[in-house]
């Protein structure tokens, strides 16, 4: 059966096989998240998402949104996706039911998102930010505050937003200079303006729950002074009902290359001196606050990117299977022979292997991260408990940073598949390349994510997350290593993670000493390097299983699956890792050039 | 108001269908299974009129094991009770077989309704809804696109598409109703749904729990024989009309349908 978004069979293999999911529901967390249910839950996303998400994609890009008198209009085609997947109840997936959410695991909220995001990401902006807004308020709301919000943001009844960005202030949030003032009444008066904000205005939803970061009067200079609030679009009585409009206005949205369909707007806070927010958790902790959810929004980008990533590569499989052009090179001179579907040519199955590696692997790793998040969250132990939050601090880079350089490759390669029809609007191919090219920009550009990851997560306690990481992968490879067949891929791999080892002790140290810059010159090809060496772990881990099922009980109609992840591994260690070799060498000379520079030298003027 | 719905497990109908080396079947490894798309304007219809009448929602199907999966999907749109009939005696039944094994499991049931979709998209026969009709002695409204019941939930008004018009019929209860596209939208399984659904009672009967004898069922007792099965011809490529002018193009068509078509 042809598939256009997810591979299903590879999205169960990863769950059930690899990651286990179900072995979850054995806490009483999780009770519910039997396997049975778990498959309900994959199957009934996808109906929704290739009925109704995926008609609204291509409408959505094409009828965009637009700009009224300072309102918002989403696109007519989101309207109908949007009352269903609210109404479903996909909003909040694994949040608490008491709030409105369904009590799920997290890695099959990954599971679900990446077949909806595969099918339509930038409807899926609009429920992912409100989510993300929700969680802030779960987790420092008051009583008072999550009475009144939460269980419509988590429903997704209400929109949620995130308000950081400023014309001054974007990846240096710290810089931000909208103001708070506190009230009589204990509430704070806004004023600023914030830029760039995905939804910040619509009427997809009633009310839109901003979350706001601004500065109280006579705070700190600097990351130290930010505090966040809640500002809602209408103001909420404290019966619950809607009450006034607050003074946020949106001052226009943006052209721009891709998500068409989620305006990009301009917020005015405060213009006529009446935008009323309540404080969310503490004065001054704002940004802190901030980064607590950071790993779970970064992750979700990571989803963004990995949906945009596996459908592009359907995409790119199935016409590949179709298109007829060129005879096999084998052919010889024989001007008879037949046209082959262009799956035979060997550059087009370089390309159609790369993108299954790296969809792959992005998937494996996606949804093993949400698998640290859920066993932290049932763990009662607490070295392990801090195990998993180790692991997910460390990863989150990679998983938005890495995951969405390789997901943008894979949406190229996609379109070079397709040859001219790759660049034509009548192929999905373009437009999946253009949505997900904002991955690597917002949440912290990517190259804020490397300087995240060598600067601060990589030395996090002495480097132990990071050792803690290679150990796990090693277990991998010592499993590997006992399987007959799989040896020399696991020399391969350990080879790798070795030299990684090493790369990261040197750069490690350069990074702290009068070399700083020249080490962060290598920081965003050290993110590079890393998360290649990740692929190859989870790829290893895969054919462990898939070697297993071949030798044991494989069905006949699992083989070419199984025999396909082997595959897949081999490619990687033998085709891939010594380019990742190459690039750590070439991160070990530290070439000081890019720092000497003159910035005159670069020319130009 | 309880309600009966009898589902039909189908290829998904973007499922590219391979015609099997025997000639007389399918190639289903690679094949993604669904609820008949009739069936689900059935669902949606019983569960609308539970809604309003009260009452319960039970669905029936027939086939191997994979069908629960199907019949789970109604649960978790909101149908109350399930159940397969499972038996590999069963296994190459033909229509009439089928109605008489789903008309079996209904008897000894409670129900003021029935609704079966008016063909499975697979062989779209349109033989079962009619037949477990008549194997109850109920009468049977085909091809619905519309349904109203009284106030007191005791007689039907329905509407039957005809030659471009419209029949509206009424009947008492019970009844079976065939669907129709354009019934209603059936709706999602929500998430609550989903959860709801594990818990909701699936029970799997054989033949024999039926009272039914097996020599009646399968490959050997059909009446409808498959002889051969064969794809549609390759469609040959369209042709475009040259001409000069309109007219002229006109006249070529004329020409072409009378002569070649033979249609004028
Ligand atoms: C479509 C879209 C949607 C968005 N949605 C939201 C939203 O909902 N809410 C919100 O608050 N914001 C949102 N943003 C803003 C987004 O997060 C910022 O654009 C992003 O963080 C980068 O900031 P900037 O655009 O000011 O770029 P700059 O910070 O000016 O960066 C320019 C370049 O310099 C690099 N750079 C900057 N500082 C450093 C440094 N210290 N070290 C090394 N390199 C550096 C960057 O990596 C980048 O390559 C959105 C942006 C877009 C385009």
């Not at chain 1, 090179?329 to 370089?350: E, F, T, W």
């Not at chain 1, 390097?529 to 989870?538: L, N, P, R, Y």
């Amino acid at each position: 059966m042809t598939q256009i978004l997810t591979d299903r069979r590879d999205v169960d293999f990863v769950l059930f096989e690899q990651m286990k999911v179900d072995k979850l529901s054995k806490h009483e967390r999780f009770k519910i998240a039997n396997k049975k249910t778990l498959k309900l839950i994959i199957s009934e996303g996808r109906n929704l998402a290739i009925n109704e998400l995926f008609p609204a994609h291509v409408a959505g890009d094409r009828e965009g949104c637009k700009f009224e008198n300072g309102k918002v209009i989403a696109p007519e085609s989101f309207r109908k996706p949007y009352k269903l997947f609210q109404e479903g109840g996909w909003v909040s997936l694994a949040e608490d039911i008491e709030w409105g959410g369904q009590g799920m695991p997290v890695a099959i909220t990954y599971a679900a998102n990446e077949c909806f995001n595969a099918a339509n990401c930038t409807f899926m902006m609009y429920p992912e930010l409100t989510h993300g807004a929700g969680k802030l308020i779960e987790k420092f709301g008051t009583d008072k505050q999550k009475s009144l919000y939460l269980k419509n943001v988590f429903t997704g009844k209400w929109g949620g937003t995130m308000l950081l960005t400023e014309q001054e202030a974007g990846s240096d949030v710290g810089a931000i200079s909208t103001s708070a003032v506190k009230n009589y009444d204990g509430t704070y008066s806004i004023t600023g303006n914030k830029i760039f904000i995905s939804s910040g205005e619509h009427d997809l939803t009633e009310n839109i729950i901003h979350a706001v970061l601004a500065r109280v009067e006579g705070a700190p200079a600097g990351t130290k002074g930010i505090s966040l609030f809640l500002v809602p679009r209408i103001r909420v009585n404290d019966d619950g009902t809607l009450g006034e409009p607050n003074d946020v206005v949106c001052t226009g949205i943006e052209d721009k290359m891709g998500i068409h369909g989620n305006p990009s707007c301009s917020l005015s806070l405060g213009d006529k001196g009446n935008c009323k927010g309540t404080l969310l958790g503490k004065e001054n902790k704002g940004l802190q606050a901030m980064f607590i959810m950071m790993n779970e929004a970064r992750l979700t980008v990571g989803v963004q990117a990995l949906g945009c990533a596996t459908a592009s590569y359907l995409h790119a499989l199935n016409y590949a299977r179709e298109r007829r052009q060129g005879k096999s090179l084998m052919s010889g001179k024989d001007q008879n022979a037949p046209s082959i579907q262009i799956i035979g040519h060997p550059d087009v199955r370089r390309q159609l292997l790369t993108m299954k590696v790296y969809v792959e692997g992005i998937r494996s790793l996606i949804y093993y991260l949400g698998m640290c998040i859920d066993q932290m969250h049932v763990s009662d132990n607490e070295d392990e408990k801090a195990k998993y939050q180790g692991l997910v601090d460390l990863l989150t880079p990679v998983a938005k940073g890495y995951v969405t350089d390789k997901a943008f490759e894979v949406c190229n390669h996609g379109i070079q598949v397709f040859g001219g029809y790759g660049y034509i609007k009548d192929y999905p191919a373009e437009q999946l390349l253009r949505d997900c090219r904002i991955t690597l920009i917002y949440e912290g550009t990517n190259g804020i994510q490397a300087i995240d990851f060598l600067g601060r997560k990589l030395g996090m306690n002495k480097g132990k997350l990071f050792y803690d990481l290679l150990g796990e992968i090693k277990k991998t490879i010592t499993k590997a290593g006992q399987a007959a067949g799989l040896e020399g891929l696991a020399a391969g791999v350990e080879k790798a993670v070795e030299k990684l080892k090493k790369t990261a002790g040197i750069l490690m140290k350069a990074a702290v000493s009068p070399k700083a810059l020249n080490a962060f010159a290598f920081a965003h090809p050290f993110l590079e390097v890393t998360g290649d060496v990740i692929m190859s772990w989870m790829l290893l881990s895969r054919a462990v299983i898939a070697d297993d099922r071949l030798k044991t009980k494989a069905g006949k109609k699992d083989i070419p699956f199984y025999e396909g992840q082997i595959k897949s591994v081999e490619f990687f260690v033998e085709s891939i890792l010594p380019v990742t070799s190459g690039k750590m060498d070439s991160i070990l000379a530290m070439s000081a050039s890019i720092v000497d520079i003159q910035d005159s030298s670069f020319g130009g003027k | 108001m309880n309600i009966i719905v009898c589902l039909k497990q189908v290829p998904d109908t973007e499922a590219q269908i391979k015609i099997a080396g025997d000639a007389k079947s399918i190639v289903t490894d690679d094949i993604k299974w669904v609820m008949n798309p009739y069936d689900e304007f059935g669902v949606e219809e019983a569960l609308k009129t539970k809604e309003k009448f009260g009452g319960e929602v039970t669905v029936i199907g027939l086939g191997p094991k994979r069908v629960t999966e199907t019949i789970r999907t109604a649960l978790a749109m909101g149908a109350d009770k399930g159940i397969l009939i499972c038996d590999d005696a069963a296994d190459g039944s033909d229509s009439i077989a089928v109605a008489k094994a789903l008309a079996a499991a209904i008897k000894g049931m409670e129900y003021d309704l029935i609704f079966t979709g008016q063909r499975g998209v697979d062989d779209d026969l349109g033989v079962v809804g009619a037949s477990v009709a008549e194997f109850l002695d109920i009468p049977q409204l085909s091809l619905i696109e519309d349904v109203e019941f009284a106030e007191d939930g005791k007689s039907v008004k329905v509407k039957r598409p005809v030659e471009g018009e419209v029949l509206t019929i009424e009947s008492s209860l019970p009844v079976l109703i065939t669907t129709q596209k354009g019934l209603n939208e059936p709706r999602y399984a929500s998430l609550p749904g989903i959860m709801k659904a594990k818990k909701k009672p699936l029970d799997q009967k054989t033949l024999s729990d039926l009272g039914l004898d097996a020599s009646d069922f399968g490959e050997g007792a059909r009446k409808l024989k498959i002889v051969e099965l064969l794809s549609p011809p390759a469609r040959s490529a369209g042709k475009i009309i040259e001409g000069e002018s309109p007219q002229e193009k006109a006249a070529e068509l004329a020409r072409l349908l009378h002569e070649e078509a033979k249609l004028l």
